[in-house]
């Protein structure tokens, strides 16, 4: 018992150590700009499964921002641009600092003029491509009914999880936290467990911008969160998965174990894991470990980034990977114009 008590502690002497380093709005502004340099660093080498086939294509070794090959599924794009997870996250900072801000709607309808077949150059995601499947087949069948953008796909993997950091800004503060996210997820994947998986992963981020350690916003997340007892006790298990892999040496055979692949029910883990077991070193070292054990990468490279943004802060992303970015410039303007919005909605204007 005194051992508890004693554990306790020192996870919430820890916690207010950690609190006392980097103020809130660095971690905001960390936040947005970890998940977007991740997603762009990782761009040529995403969705490479097999070891030996991306030891192949990059025989030099992998050192972020790579050009994509001619038959990659990025093909269309050049180093320093994002995938579609990136160019959604940027899409939903134009909509958060528009003139009308954000909603369901609006953001739903951008998303839908922007990032859909016909209208987007760039590889298209199954949640997307059947999100707008069922946005098509409503103008068939109800084309007089207005769209309330909450009946997204069936799908359970990265989308909204890749681009929710703004939501998490937005309403830090609201005691509907939680519902905001569902909402938010629900434009482009109307699935429990996608819901479920992106309502942990914005309350650890919630913890982690209020400065908590990364243990005191996991096991945060875990009691606020509202889901099902199933959904609860299934995340949880993930969770202690992902811990379990901490004392093993074999970083990418530890992303394997978990899973390297789309759906968040492995993905989510293994980001975790990989947050935990990275978040000591440098934002480079740990964003090119992910890429290179391979899979999903620029999907949990943008959720490590976030969580590494959000607990050290915006200094630790670095300058130079920043201009990397083709839209550098576009995108420091967003980053600044989000944090405005987030004041003006604090007074209420």
């Known amino acids: 018992m005194y051992l508890r008590y004693l554990t306790v502690f020192i996870l919430f002497l820890s916690t207010l150590i950690h609190a006392s380093d980097v103020d809130k709005e660095s971690r905001m502004r960390g936040m947005i700009w970890g998940a977007l340099v991740a997603d762009a660093a990782a761009l040529g080498a995403h969705w490479y499964y097999d070891q030996a086939d991306l030891k192949e294509r990059f025989p030099g070794g992998i050192y972020g921002f790579e050009q994509p090959a001619a038959d990659h599924y990025h093909k269309t794009k050049s180093s320093g641009q994002f995938t579609m997870y990136g160019d959604a996250l940027k899409l939903l900072l134009e909509v958060c600092v528009s003139e009308s801000g954000y909603s369901p709607k609006d953001y739903g309808a951008a998303f839908i003029r922007t990032m859909t077949p016909g209208n987007y150059a760039g590889y298209i995601d199954h949640a997307t491509r059947e999100t707008f499947e069922i946005y098509q087949q409503h103008l068939k069948s109800d084309p007089d009914l207005p769209f309330d953008f909450q009946q997204g796909s069936d799908d359970n993997q990265m989308a909204g999880a890749t681009s929710l950091m703004p939501i998490a800004l937005l309403y830090l503060d609201d005691p509907a936290f939680y519902e905001r996210v569902a909402n938010f997820v629900r434009i482009r994947q109307n699935n429990s467990e996608a819901i479920a998986y992106c309502q942990i992963q914005a309350g650890i981020l919630k913890g982690l911008l209020a400065g908590n350690s990364a243990e005191g916003a996991i096991a945060g997340a875990l009691e606020e969160a509202p889901l099902s007892g199933m959904m609860h006790e299934a995340i949880s298990a993930r969770v202690r998965d992902a811990k379990r892999e901490l004392g093993k040496e074999d970083f990418i055979l530890s992303t394997f174990e978990l899973g390297y692949s789309c759906p968040l029910r492995g993905s989510f883990p293994a980001s975790l894991f990989s947050f935990m077991k990275l978040k000591s070193g440098t934002y480079e070292d740990a964003i090119l470990s992910i890429v290179r054990a391979g899979g999903e990468s620029a999907g949990r490279g943008m959720l490590v ?33 989000v944090m405005q919005a987030r004041k003006r909605s604090q007074n209420g204007v």
Do not use: D, N, R
Not at 308 to 335: D, F, M, N, R
């Open 305 to 337: 980034g976030a969580f590494l943004g959000a607990y050290h802060g915006e200094a630790y992303i670095p300058t130079a990977w920043k201009e990397k970015l083709s839209e550098y410039e576009a995108i420091a303007s967003l980053v600044e114009q």
